[in-house]
């Protein structure tokens, strides 16, 4: 049997608003503006990094530490308010794994009360694992240490896993680790073989039993 691990933000969900929105609150709680182009310095970097980032381009008084608590604490609250934003198609797939007896998990170096929230918010049944940010001692992606954890509780064989992934150090991540890949969107990141579709959306439960076969 194979299992589906799923990375979070830009895979499952469409959170780059939430967080953009998360920024701008914070500057502006420091009388500073904090723009669309601001927010795309910070794509693709880790949250502490992305925390020093903004401290550094508004010179704000504050450590990277208490910015991160300020911007978790702030999505958390987002979740809460107004639901996961899930990509178009994502729910609808997870449940029809379920069905199928496939088991699947999320992996992300997101801090683990936002991914419960996105766990808590699933189908039934789905993303009952959950590798995050905030797993003691182990490196992070690129590395495949989270998608070897993953596939280590729920006891399937990591080279029998679908790696799916939107960016570059997730697929690197899923190679190192020694899973089958698929890319979902529309960035390209060549010189690793994975499967590709438009969104998560477009994969469909007949694309993974193939891609798992």
Known sequence: MGAVLFDMDGTLIDSEP???RTEEKIVAS??????????????????????SLMIELKNLPLE????????????????????????????????DLTRAGIPTALVS???EILVHDVCASAPEGALEVMVTGSEPN???????????????RLKVPIENCLVVEDSAPGLTA?????ARLVLVGTGEVPGIPAAKFDSVGQLHLSDIRELLA
Do not use: C
Request: glycine share 10%.
């Open 18 to 20: 939430l967080w953009q």
């Open 30 to 51: 420091f009388g500073k503006v904090w723009t669309e182009e601001d927010g795309d310095t910070l794509t693709g970097h880790s949250l502490f990094d992305s925390a």
């Open 64 to 95: 990277p530490e208490k910015a991160v608590e300020m911007m978790v604490a702030n999505m958390h609250e987002l979740y809460a308010w107004e639901g996961v934003p899930w990509i178009p198609g994502a729910q609808e797939l997870l449940s």
């Open 109 to 111: 170096a997101s801090y």
């Open 138 to 152: 182990m490196r992070q992606k690129p590395s495949g240490d989270p998608y070897r954890l993953a596939a280590q």
């Open 174 to 178: 899923g190679q190192d680790a020694g």
